[in-house]
């Protein structure tokens, strides 16, 4: 059975006050804003959704028009800020004794929204009717639980990446992520309310019970309670995590004195639950009983998924519902139980957001009529609780927790994201290239590495907004909500998903969002654009004048030398603050000198002197020396070779990394200094696309859907990747099913000492996919 | 509460799966026991009928009266005839007396013995004083000891076995009075008797260093499972004295119409064989020769009577098992009906289907106010519908229809065996058939009597 539970007045012991005040600014974000609710009600807790637009200012570049006598303004383009409407989806989770001052917040905030009816799901919704529709003067309209779960479920599966995770209670990094299989479908889904529901789920629309069991979390708090004369569900399993089921078990080494070694049978495996509870005239402790009761449930559901999967061929079984909720208990026992009986064939999964599920289902039911499926949707870090591990020897932290708000949003994102067609194995394919939650070492130089860099930050926020004066206090709420996250991060790595590099940009980038510094760097791209541009003509001509080879080897320098221009790399941004000189040529000499750290460029060039490739994707990094000096001239070779190029840059801002908006301009802008642009521009050989990213990483699975489909009309048969958090903290193992360069300035000197290098050291990896081997350039050398 | 005395009250009825270690010891030092005519007792009065509250352990009793006819023993004629004896069984290729099959389970000892009632008159008269006493005391007996039971109404009679023909005993005993046993072993000089004492069940193993340094005894040790499916067939093939061994229930999804059936089990495989003991083994059986464990729970028998005697304070299983009878697992467990108000049409689910064992039970109001029968009751029935879901799943995994139950935990419990009907034929909607066994928990060592008789055929 599936319901969670319904609680009598008893077992909600734990009353609140209900005098308690909220603080509302952090809690119900947006109300004023809201529309559309959603509430699922469980045995103790309450989970609310909404839906609310979300002012935020962005900022935008507009070209100034060139053709008028306005030389004397050297400025390449205006930027302006605009404010902006997009939309969010809040959740939250609160105890149950908070409902009756949450709905009268709620009704005293809520001004624009149009909304009669509020859906409702969970066993508790029927005993809450009466109080939401008094107090938010709202119809509640009930929506099947289980329908609601699925597709709950199915949304964040689809919507967030690591949202599953395997649990290991003994390895390094108890969660270990899983990456979401483009294709969710099929799954089991297991729900673990007071008794089971083994639910298949083909499709979006179609899904089954196709089994269950009364033997649930019902049956560990009932007869738990009978047993131990505990009252609470937490008390129980407590108690379960302190105790020795030996004692009360019967073991095969209880009745053979060993191991069952015939049938493969160990000596510690229990042969009859409660066993020895029936022979012995003897007490058993609370905590004794509570464990062995722990195993004989989580086993015995562990033992009737697998018995499910096996019949309906499924390996992907997920498990939710109140049991299961992020205690690491019941997580264990569960992924032993699979792990047991399937020999490892099946993983026990668990999901982050597995309590928001039935919030997010019937949230999604009210809102058929928006379409809500047809968007992406991504994870605000700057908004969202993380995964908060239960277990109160865990984590000191946690207890503070308990008692208080627990929050998901998510940003509707303004493209809809699919994985890039070239990715050889997307269901493998893993962006990351250090996990940060398994290797505890790099995770804490990376957290105090963007501890150290946070004051930088902040400067250059402010500095952003010159003509704001609370600009500063807004940049400080900044810097105490970034701080406040890393350090949540350092005791709880696995908060968001795997922790990584990319993870910690996008978490900063969601918090200058949240406090509106859009684009900090605008101003310095800018100027730096501004800059190269003038230098762009000289350096087309100086590259001109090489022969052939020497102009390949220069091209490539320039590309890197560009990249050294990273105001995300301390390293160069200290340098950069210092010496606003600092120049490309400056750049090249502090590059490494050949052989790279990692240098397959004899091959790159072998592969040049080949015939030329049908189109190349290049994901481009920075603004300024970086794009127009190293990329341009980069881009023009090609086009000349007879490649068509795609240029993939960023949606929306990220540190001084070029935007979408800004590489047009900056391109007719070179266009009309230079003719092979301009016809590569006119016949459609070169386009702009956007990432559908606003990070200075790049995930491939979740890139713009034009961008696809641009790669697969044009026959993409290229990808070069540029840049550190491009091509070395993301994609430095992706493979491709085409050929692909890789190419970056190691720009720190942590890292540069991890991979065996040092600052400046450089990666040219060219990689060609198995079977498709590089050309045979013999007969073909161009003369 | 004095639990030594209170169980003396109850006139001595330490079922079989528990055991008072005090009252044990007590026990093992009382009188003779009463020889009880035979007749045969079912069910609960097997337990009381015997024993009064000062009767004696008779493996005490035996060593008392044999002591004498030990030393006897030791002369050279008593030997001589031993060594005939031996001898001329060898050339018949049998082993010689006694014949007993012995299965150590976790909770119970199982023990089948071959009383010969072919006797000639010099085999009377050259069989060895210690082995007549044997015969005399296991067959004159039903209750063995304040634990020891002999089931006298599954005896099977007249029957022919190695060429000889006589009476199957089927005696079982708690395995927590396996030292006792193992050093009445000793006492008794059993070792001198040069029989092989062929044992299976984890006990096999687990005692056999006793076996041999206490009673300088050497075990055959068998395979359980090995000896489970021998045991059963071969009961099934020599049938219960006239009458088939097997049963199933006519009606199982109607209590008022629901008819215990007698069957054959003529083709029997392939069949999926659920074996509740303390813990429950699920086997595919495919031949005589031919199976696989399928998987197995620890939610058996052991677990019925274990969390019975947590919540009831009830002592054995015969009294668990009483006290079921009587309740209500209602009161205890929450239905689909108590969630949605009748059935839970999107799934198909009935609102008499049991959503949440005990579920009731997080409600403190109702656990002050539950009776211990309803507790026992739903303790039942959680693990039988449990082991019933487990088997169906196996059943339509491995492709096989024919579900055999068998095991102790289903002596004397008809409301388990009912229930595993009805579920078996519910959930399959008439696909899988249940069926029973008589001896329930007896094959393990009527398989393992088997292999000795089969160990000296081929020499």
Redesign the interface.
Known sequence: ?A?C??V?S??S?HTMDKSITLPPDEIFRNLENAKRFAIDIGGSLTKLAYYSTVQHKVAKVRSFEHNTKEAASDKLYEISVQEEVTARLHFIKFENAYIETCLDFIKDHLVNTETKVIKATG?GAHKFKELIERKLGLKVDKE?E??CLIKGCNFVLRNIPHEAFVYAKHADSEFRFQTTHPDIFPYLLVNI???V?IVKVESEDKFE?I?G???????F???G???TKT?RFDELLQLASKGQHTS???L?K?????S?G??GLTGDL????????????KE?SKED?AKSLLH?IS??IG??AC??A??HNLSRVYFGGFFIRGHPVTMHTITYSINF?TKGEVQALFLRHEGYLGAIGAFLKGAEEDNPNQYSWGENYAGSSGLMSVSPDMNPMQRARSGTFDMLEMDRLERQLVNLPLLQDPSSYIPDTVDLTEDALAREYWLYCFEEALDGVVKRAVASQPDIPEATERAEKFRQKYRHKLQTLRHQPFAYGSLTVRSLLDTREHCLNEFNFPDPYSKIKQRENDVALKYYQKAVKSLEELSWEQRQFALVRGVLAGNVFDWGAKAVSDVLESDPEFGFEEAKRQLEERPWLVDSYDQWLERLKGPPHKCALFFVDNSGVDIILGVMPFVRELLSRGTEVVLASNSGPALNDVTNGELQILTERIAAMDPVIQAGLREDRLTLVQSGSSSPCLDLSRLDKVLAMVVRERQTDLVIIEGMGRAIHTNYYAMLSCESLKMAVIKNSWLADRLGGKLFSVVFKYEVPAGKPSQDSAALTPS | MDKAKSMMDKKGASGPFHVNNGQSQRGFHGHVVVAANGSCCSGNNAFGSSTGPNSSSTFENMHHLHRGEDAECNGSPAKRCRLRRRTESVRRNRPPFPWFGMDIGGTLVKLVYFEPVDITAEEEQEEVENLKSIRRYLTSNVAYGKTGVRDVHLELRNLTMCGRTGNLHFIRFPTQAMPRFIQMGRDKNFSSLHTTLCATGGGAYKFENDFRTMADLELLKLDELDCLIHGLLFVDRVGFNGHPECYYFQNPSDTQSCVKKPCTLDNPFPMLLVNIGSGVSILAVYSETNYKRVTGTSLGGGTFLGLCCLLTGCETFEEALEMASKGDSTNVDKLVKDIYGGDYERFGLQGSAVASSFGHMMSKDKRDSISKEDLARATLVTITNNIGSIARMCAVNEKIERVVFVGNFLRINTVSTKLLAYAMDFWSKGQLRALFLEHEGYFGAVGALMELLKTTEDP
């Open positions: 059975m319901e539970v319904r009598d008893s077992t012991t066993g099947d289980m329908t309310g007071s008794g529901s019970r089994g069991s009364s033997i649930g979390g019902g049956t708090w009932g007869l309670a009978l047993l009252k009360v078990d019967m095969v209880d009745i053979y004195g060993g069952y015939s049938l229990i042969a009859s639950s409660f066993g020895k509870s029936a022979t012995a005239d058993f009983m004989m086993n015995d033992q009737l018995l499910y096996k019949l009986f």
